[in-house]
């Protein structure tokens, strides 16, 4: 059974969400990200929508986003599908993005938790830093 998404009073429906392009459809069952019930909502989006969605972006943010979809593009890939986990507070719980390239599939997943809590980061030691471009370059030449 679907929970009825944050705004809405049907249970089993929910409002699309548009990122970069992708109109993500809800709603899955309530699903749990550890913890937290969410709504997932999923769909695919092309590079070209994903550029087209940055047309309201300012310069920095565009040129920053073209850039990794050059590198992307590099490696073959052209479309992208999504997966977004929204909890009841509306923020972003998870993301997923999966796409084919040519040397094997690229599934990237990032988790949100700990809103507004104190973070202590410190720089990790140079013998564990390495370069993700040069890397990008190495697979690219595989």
Known sequence: MCVAAPGSSTPG???PKTVRGARLNGCTPAQSTGTVKTTHYKGTVTLDQFR???KSQSKVTREQREKSL???EKLGIDKFTMDMWIGADERTKQFRMRGAADKGPLDMTITF???N????IAAPAAKDVADLAEMMKGA???
């Open 13 to 15: 429906t929910s409002s």
């Open 52 to 54: 087209d969605s940055l």
């Open 70 to 72: 050059e590198q992307y």
């Open 113 to 115: 938790d700990d809103f």
């Open 117 to 120: 809590k104190p973070v202590n």
């Open 140 to 142: 690219q030449a595989g």
